[in-house]
């Protein structure tokens, strides 16, 4: 279940007054809504990620290793791990890559080239931006009235159909949580056994 990336206030803070009883299970309703689209399209529930474990390939890494972008932000790594079991030592983590001198190799000579990385990912608080757009979709759906088809404010016109269009997140919307969106990776990333 996705929780809902705003709160009631947060849209009657951007509406500039206060939510009615009326409005306020119409708001709620369209804030699950919107959220659900907005996890959809981004690929992430922008929550946080503790104990989490990543397998990562080594093999293009030189001195620095990438987290992938689904691990990101990330903020911490608590352990980096061979493919033997064995820790990796000497590596330094500044927020977006993890760092080692030595170079990402397995210093036993396997063919086998990933490292495993424990680590807490995901956001702490849902991103400004993110509430923000959701807010702005609650609004604009608001302002929809169920059955209307076609609006005009010159001469006013308005045209009813059977139902409402569909609803979905705008193009300004998508557009706004681009820098949100998931992209697609060949990377395992599971829980540790004992969290099961």
Do not use: N
Not at 3 to 25: C, I, M, Q
Not at 67 to 78: E, G, H, Q, S, V
């Amino acid at each position: 279940m996705t929780l809902s990336l705003a709160s009631v206030e947060d849209v009657a803070a951007r509406l500039g007054r206060a939510v009615t009883d009326d409005e306020e299970p119409r708001i709620k309703a369209f804030l699950d809504d919107v959220s659900a689209l907005v996890v959809d399209h981004c690929g992430t529930d922008f929550q946080p990620r503790d104990d989490l474990l990543a397998v990562i390939d080594t093999t293009a890494a030189g001195t620095e290793l990438a987290l992938p972008r689904a691990l990101t932000p990330a903020y911490a790594i608590d352990e980096v791990r061979w493919p033997s079991g064995e820790l990796v030592d000497g590596w330094t983590f500044d927020g977006i890559s993890l760092w080692r001198v030595y170079g990402w190799l397995p210093p036993d000579g396997t063919a086998d080239r990933h490292v495993t990385v424990r680590g807490v990912y995901g956001y702490r608080t849902v991103p400004h931006s993110v509430k923000a757009v959701v807010c702005a979709e609650v609004i604009r759906w608001l302002a929809v009235q169920p059955g209307v088809q076609m609006e005009r404010v010159g001469d006013l016109e308005i045209s009813y159909g059977a139902s409402a269009p569909t609803q979905g997140l705008s193009a300004a919307a998508r557009d706004a949580l681009r820098r949100y969106r998931r992209t697609v990776i060949s990377r395992e990333v599971r829980r540790p056994a004992h969290a099961l």
